[in-house]
């Protein structure tokens, strides 16, 4: 489900929310920008559209947003932590050869979710997290055998 800035700027508000000038260039930048963009990222987007913007108040944003329940930061691998809309929310696989992203299915982590919960009392956040791993193009040539020039 994709948000617009104002659906999510009236979500903020009915929480008691204010909405400032900052908030919503943040918004914006998630919602028109990258996929999965670094804070670094987001920071040059919110420049591009209000180049006097202050690094810290980036920053401060994106936390806010995240206590807020608007916005959720996920390690995709070994790199810095990405952004997106806590309404796309979902899983990520990353492959450890070439560093491809691909978003999981939505049932993919159900039950390990449900096993945690009912085993542990541990309820599992998937979209925080990456699972590393060797997606199948890499798996395939790794598989292949190599020709030999002789």
Request: glycine share 8%.
């Given at each position: ?19 400032t000038t900052a908030r919503r260039l943040v ?25 006097d913007v202050h690094a810290s108040t980036v ?25 997106h809309l806590a309404t796309e929310a979902h ?60």
């Amino acid at each position: 489900m994709s948000s617009t800035v104002d659906e999510l700027v009236a979500q903020l508000r009915d929480g008691g929310s204010r909405v400032t000038t900052a908030r919503r260039l943040v918004l914006t930048a998630l919602v028109k920008g990258a996929h999965h963009p670094t804070a670094e990222e987001l920071l040059v987007a919110v420049r591009t559209l209000a180049p006097d913007v202050h690094a810290s108040t980036v920053y401060r944003n994106l936390e806010e947003l995240e206590r807020l329940g608007v916005v959720v930061h996920t390690h995709l691998g070994h790199g810095p932590a990405t952004y997106h809309l806590a309404t796309e929310a979902h899983g990520h696989l990353v492959c450890e050869v070439c560093g491809a992203t691909m978003e999981a299915p939505e049932d993919l982590f159900e039950a390990m979710a449900e096993g945690a919960k009912r085993r542990l009392g541990f309820e599992l956040r998937p979209y925080h997290f990456a699972v590393l791993g060797v997606c199948a193009d890499c798996a395939a040539s790794a598989a292949a055998p190599e020709s030999s020039v002789g």
